[in-house]
């Protein structure tokens, strides 16, 4: 049986992600309130391991479509609500279907299953969750209308994570398709068109870049990129000649392409 710890309660987004990408196996879930507990509890049991929803060794990810749906108590009604509680980031998500809603309170809440669970178990009349439809479900509440979010092919990345000594217990890299890298480099003019022109020659194919500063060291930039490729044996070909170029380069992991959900 596998450990999972999750950011978030039974219900979550991070629940339905874990059980997804484990699809078949028996999982034991480990709620946590924050990421910070996601990682201490890896710390303190290295066969634990971490679903984060972005972005220890990264060894998986998953892709989720992210629905949404209001509900209440099963004896309150459009016309009896006052509020509605969620994630800040769900809120958000959902600011299109608040905004014919005004009479509506929006309050924001630490997870969309936790507010579900709020209103449930506190029996709280007149308050509305945004959360999923099995969250919903799993709290005994009323799904009002479902599918609420904006953007209707919303999905979420999902990083899978384990202590790196237990790492090849989740994946075999010679079967890895994808690698999260970050680096830095010399502050001077192409440097990072060479890193760049390296990955073209070796048919690498770069699917994200994100620079970050470096505290306290101005003009310097943390580099993250995610890439893809069909050849390990060009993949790490093409580590090994960019890493002259680079200051200090690490992968964060080597795993396989998520799969979507439906």
């Known amino acids: 049986m596998k450990r999972i710890a999750i950011q978030g309660l039974v219900g979550s987004f991070h629940d ?8 078949g196996e028996q999982i034991q879930l480990i709620c946590c309130a924050t990421f910070e507990d996601v990682f201490a509890q890896m710390q303190q049991d290295p066969t634990v391991i971490g679903m984060l929803a972005i972005e220890n060794t990264i060894v998986g990810e998953h892709k989720l479509h992210i629905e949404h749906c209001i509900c209440c108590l099963p004896d309150d009604d ?3 609500l006052t509020e509605v509680h969620s994630h800040p980031v769900a809120l958000m998500q959902c600011r299109g279907f608040l905004a014919t809603h005004p009479a509506l309170k929006a309050v924001e809440g630490e997870d969309t299953a936790g507010s579900a669970k709020l209103i449930a178990e506190g ?3 007149h308050q509305a969750a ?3 439809a099995a969250a919903a479900r799993l709290y005994g509440l009323k799904v009002l209308e479902d599918h609420i979010e904006d953007n209707k092919h919303n999905y979420t990345r999902f990083l899978v994570v384990s202590n790196p ?3 090849d217990m989740m994946r075999a890299l010679n079967e890895s398709d994808k690698s999260s890298l970050v680096f830095s ?3 001077k003019a192409g440097s990072l068109s060479h890193v760049l022109s390296v990955l073209s020659f070796y048919d690498i194919n770069l699917t994200k870049i994100q620079s970050l500063p470096v505290i306290g060291h101005e003009w310097e930039y943390l580099f993250y990129v995610d890439v893809t490729y069909d050849n390990i044996t060009r993949y790490r070909q093409c ?3 960019i890493m002259p170029l680079t200051k200090e380069l690490k992968i964060l992991g080597e795993y396989q392409n998520g799969k979507q959900s439906a």
């Not at 339905?16 to 699809?23: C, K, V």
């Open 16 to 23: 339905i992600a874990a059980h997804q990408y484990f699809e």
């Open 78 to 80: 459009w016309d009896t």
């Open 123 to 125: 029996q709280l009349r």
């Open 130 to 132: 945004i959360c999923s």
């Open 165 to 167: 000594a237990k790492a």
């Open 185 to 187: 480099l010399d502050h």
């Open 239 to 241: 580590i090994d000649a």
